[in-house]
T-cell receptor, first 119, second 114 residues
Framework: AQKVTQAQTEISVVEKEDVTLDCVYE???????LFWYKQPPSGELVFLIR??????QNEISGRYSWNFQKSTSSFNFTITASQVVDSAVYFC????????????????FGQGTTLQVKP | EAQVTQNPRYLITVTGKKLTVTCSQN?????MSWYRQDPGLGLRQIYY???????DKGDVPEGYKVSRKEKRNFPLILESPSPNQTSLYFC?????????????FGPGTRLTVL
């Protein structure tokens, strides 16, 4: 079965600290996509990044970076020099392929990690 | 601006009173989906639609209906709401076309059923 595990329920850091959010996934598909979404206190879900299963290149976007390792089925997210505005719930998600038998295209979400950045 | 919109954003209703939550996207996306978010249960898919007139059940479809008569709209209908449908609802859309693609979410609808 497909599953996403975010073992860290809550993380609290002080501003300017670096923080890594862990994500471990399970899937039998050879083609899949991984995502990170941010849910700020206002409640909306904001897309951060997408990675496909064939692209293990790490990515950096400003203070954000992502480390995808197929060997350990992990897709970890690091925020460098955290800021108070980074306080949110962060979700890792796995997407099924669409169109195949039984595949719904749905996102399978982890339980989320609540990040609190204190000033 | 490319976006997914939902209305209403907040709704308090009573058991049994039919309601519709609208969802509209302006990105010409083929795939649309509804999720609900509940504490301890996370985000779960209710219904999805691969394209116009094509809809199917997700993981938790009981008590809900959907329709996809136009590409841009995907309303969620609760014919007889019950308190266990109190939740935060999200509509999402993506290009679809047979491959996993980024799903963009609406702002959410917070529903309370008394």
């Amino acid at each position: 079965a497909q599953k996403v595990t975010q073992a860290q329920t809550e993380i609290s850091v002080v501003e300017k600290e670096d923080v890594t959010l862990d994500c471990v996934y399970e899937t039998r598909d050879t083609t899949y996509y991984l995502f990170w979404y941010k849910q700020p206190p206002s409640g909306e879900l904001v897309f951060l990044i997408r990675r496909n299963s064939f692209d293990e290149q790490n990515e950096i976007s400003g203070r954000y970076s992502w480390n995808f390792q197929k060997s350990t089925s992990s897709f970890n997210f690091t925020i460098t020099a955290s800021q108070v505005v980074d306080s949110a719930v962060y979700f890792c998600a796995l997407s099924e392929a669409m169109g195949g038998s039984g595949n719904t295209g749905k996102l399978i979400f982890g339980q989320g990690t609540t990040l609190q950045v204190k000033p | 601006e490319a976006q997914v919109t939902q209305n209403p954003r907040y709704l308090i209703t009573v058991t049994g009173k039919k309601l519709t939550v609208t969802c509209s996207q302006n990105m010409n996306h083929e795939y649309m989906s509804w999720y609900r978010q509940d504490p301890g249960l996370g985000l779960r898919q209710i219904y999805y639609s691969m394209n116009v007139e094509v809809t199917d059940k997700g993981d938790v479809p009981e008590g809900y209906k959907v329709s996809r008569k136009e590409k841009r709209n995907f309303p969620l209908i609760l014919e007889s709401p019950s308190p266990n449908q109190t939740s935060l609802y999200f509509c999402a859309s993506s290009l679809g076309q047979g491959y996993p693609d980024t799903q963009y979410f609406g702002p959410g609808t917070r529903l309370t059923v008394l």
